[in-house]
C-alpha cells in the first residue's frame, strides 16, 4: 500500500568605488551545422495538435486552458510555462491524469507527430512539466511526469509499470514529491535501468537541491511538486544527457537508437489517491530541436563574488551550445538581473547610486534589464532560454544578479556571475 510517506529510513558583500561587473567581449567564429528547428508543439487545442496519444485504461488528456481550469470540483489557476512557443496560445496546454478509478497503476505517452516522427542523431527533447500535489500528502501520492527518445510506441508504452516487459529506446521519469525509496529519478535503457537518484539516498540528494528551489510538500529536499520543471533532454552518437531546470541529474554512454520522441505523465503505483482534484499533471511546450548551433563547445567562466547566487546552464561547463536554458536564483525579492551579451566592443553603463557607492557596469550591448519573479520560498528566479540562432554564434553572453543592499541602502549588492560564449 502507497501512502504519502517514503518507506525507507533517513540512513554579501556590498559593492563599492568602481566595482566592475561581467566584462564581455566578443570573438568572431564561423558558423557550422546550422538546422532549422525539426517539431514545436503548443498543444493549443486537440484539433490542431501534431502529436499521437498513446494511453493506457483509467487515463485522461484534457486540452486545457491551464490559467483558469477545473479538476473535479476544484479551480486551478497555473502560471504560463517558463518556455512558450511562438505562436502559441497563453495558458494552452495538456492536462494528465492516470489511475483515476480503477485502483491498477497506468500511465499515457503524447509521441511528436500525429503520425510519429523518427529521430536520429544529435538532437534536443524539451517540454516543460508541471506535477500537481496535494498538502498534506495523502495516500497514493506519488505520480511522475515521464519522457522517452528513440520509442517505439509499441504497447507496452515505455513507463515504469511496464519495465521488464519489452520496453524500447531510452527513457525515464522524475517524481513529483520524492516520493520513492531510491527511485525519484531514473534512467533506462529499454529494460535496464542505467541509473536512478533517491533524494534520501546517501550522497544523492544535490541534484534535488540545485535543480528545485523548493519542496512545498514538506520534505528536507528540493522537490518537482507544485512548480514548472524544464526538462530537456539531450541525444547523440555516445550518449544520453538528461536536465531537470538546466541541472544535470544523468549523463550515460548508451546510443539512442532511431525512434519516436515521448513525453507523459504516469502513476506507478496501484493504489488511489485520495484527493484525486489536486492529483495530475500539466504538459506544454513540446519541442525536439537540433543539438548545438555552432559545431563546437563554448565556454562557462563564472565570475563575481559568491553572495549566495547561482547560475545553472543546459550544458555542463565548460561546454555551451545553442538551445540552452540558463537559471539564475538567489537573490531576494527586490533584485534585477542583467543580461549582456558581447558584440563588438564593450562600453560602460553608470548606476546612479549615493554619494557614497557607485558601480561602473561594463557591459556589450545591453540585451534587457528584467525584473525578478519570486519562487514560493520567496527567493529570485529568472530562467531565459537562449535560441538556436545564427546571431549567437561565437557571441559571450552574460548573467547577472543586482539588488539594493539593506545594510548600506544607496549601494548595490550581487551574485556571481556566468559568462559563456556560445560554439567557440
Known amino acids: 500500500m502507497r501512502t504519502g510517506l517514503r518507506n525507507d529510513p533517513l540512513p554579501q558583500d556590498t559593492m563599492n568605488s568602481k566595482t566592475r561587473l561581467l566584462p564581455l567581449f566578443a570573438s568572431a567564429i564561423a558558423v557550422t551545422g546550422l538546422r532549422a528547428q525539426v517539431f514545436e508543439e503548443a498543444f493549443d487545442s486537440a484539433a490542431t495538435a501534431d502529436v499521437t496519444i498513446m494511453q493506457q485504461p483509467d487515463t485522461a488528456v484534457t486540452f486545457v486552458d491551464y490559467s483558469n481550469m477545473t479538476v473535479g470540483a476544484t479551480t486551478f489557476s497555473i502560471p504560463e510555462a517558463p518556455r512558450p512557443i511562438d505562436g502559441g496560445m497563453p495558458g494552452r496546454g495538456v492536462l494528465c491524469q492516470g489511475n483515476i478509478t480503477q485502483g491498477v497503476k497506468a500511465g499515457l505517452n503524447i509521441l511528436a507527430g500525429a503520425t510519429p516522427i523518427t529521430f536520429s542523431g544529435s538532437y534536443r527533447l524539451s517540454f516543460d512539466a508541471w506535477i500537481n500535489v496535494p498538502f498534506p500528502l495523502p495516500s497514493g501520492s506519488t505520480e511522475q511526469f515521464v519522457w522517452g527518445v528513440g520509442v517505439d510506441g509499441i504497447a507496452p508504452i515505455e513507463v515504469r509499470g511496464n519495465r521488464g516487459t519489452g520496453c524500447f529506446g531510452i527513457w525515464g521519469w522524475l ?66 544527457t538528461v536536465y531537470f531546470n538546466g541541472y544535470p541529474f544523468f549523463s ?39 543539438l548545438g548551433l555552432c ?105 547577472q544578479y ?10 548595490f549588492e550581487i551574485t556571481e556571475g556566468l559568462t559563456t560564449t556560445i560554439g567557440s
Open 175 to 240: 517524481c513529483g514529491e520524492n516520493g520513492y525509496s531510491t527511485e525519484d529519478a531514473d534512467i533506462n535503457n529499454g529494460d535496464v535501468e542505467l541509473a536512478d537518484l533517491g533524494d534520501l539516498q546517501p550522497g544523492e540528494s544535490i541534484p534535488f537541491n540545485e535543480a528545485f528551489d523548493q519542496n512545498t510538500v514538506g520534505g528536507i529536499n528540493g522537490a518537482a511538486a507544485n512548480t514548472w520543471v524544464r526538462v530537456d533532454v539531450d541525444v547523440t552518437a555516445t550518449d544520453v
Open 252 to 290: 550515460e554512454v548508451v546510443t539512442a537508437p532511431a525512434g519516436f520522441a515521448m513525453i507523459g505523465y504516469e502513476d506507478p503505483f496501484n493504489s488511489l489517491g485520495s484527493s484525486p482534484d489536486e492529483q495530475w499533471g500539466l504538459l506544454d511546450n513540446f519541442r525536439v530541436i537540433p
Open 402 to 411: 543586482l539588488w539594493l543592499s539593506t545594510t548600506n541602502p544607496g549601494c
Open 295 to 399: 559545431g563546437a563547445p563554448g565556454t562557462a567562466i563564472l565570475q563575481g563574488t559568491t553572495t549566495g547566487g547561482e547560475i545553472l546552464n543546459g550544458a555542463a561547463p565548460p561546454a555551451v551550445a545553442a538551445p540552452m536554458t540558463v537559471r539564475l536564483r538567489g537573490g531576494p525579492v527586490s533584485s534585477l538581473a542583467f543580461l549582456a551579451v558581447g558584440q563588438p566592443s564593450p562600453i560602460t553603463l553608470t548606476v546612479p547610486l549615493s554619494p557614497t557607492c557607485s558601480i561602473d557596469v561594463e557591459m556589450v550591448t545591453l540585451i534587457n534589464l528584467i525584473g525578478v519573479s519570486t519562487t514560493v520560498a520567496g527567493g529570485a528566479q529568472y530562467s531565459f532560454n537562449v535560441p538556436n540562432d545564427v546571431t549567437l554564434c561565437g557571441a559571450q553572453l552574460g548573467w
